[in-house]
């Protein structure tokens, strides 16, 4: 499975942006995604992550109520909309596709290269 992330950007706090993760491959459906963030000088952190059939998600406590996790298995996307962004969600953010329900990163196999977010103050 080949990933590949977008849609981050530079913007103020309290702005919203919506990241995409497309898979191209293999069959999408049944791997778990994940999203995951390191910020400058930091460990690699999970956000949020969303079952194979998008019935099940699971976040950071951080980012719970701001951050929606999505999928369209007939698109090959996963979606990360992120609303009322602050300046600690700067990070370049990664998404991931594996096969245990799991925020362990290195249980993830398929990654994606990275978009960046940064949020003003």
């Known amino acids: 499975v080949q990933l590949q992330a977008s849609g981050g950007g530079l913007v103020q706090a309290g702005d919203s942006l919506r990241l995409s993760c497309a898979a191209s491959?293999?069959?999408?459906?049944?791997?778990?995604v994940g999203w995951f963030r390191q910020a400058p000088g930091k460990m690699r952190e999970f956000v949020a992550r969303?079952?194979?059939?998008?019935?099940?998600?699971t976040y950071l406590d951080s980012v719970k109520g701001r951050f929606t996790i999505s999928r369209d298995n007939a698109k090959n996307t996963v979606s990360l909309q992120m609303n009322s962004l602050k300046p600690e969600d700067t990070a370049v953010y990664y998404c991931?596709?594996?096969?245990?329900?799991?925020?362990?990163?290195?249980?993830?196999?398929?990654w994606g290269q990275g978009t960046l977010v940064t949020v003003s103050s």
């Open positions: 991931a596709a594996g096969s245990y329900w799991t925020t362990d990163a290195s249980r993830y196999q398929y």
């Open positions: 491959g293999r069959p999408f459906c049944g791997y778990i």
């Open positions: 969303i079952s194979g059939v998008g019935g099940t998600m």
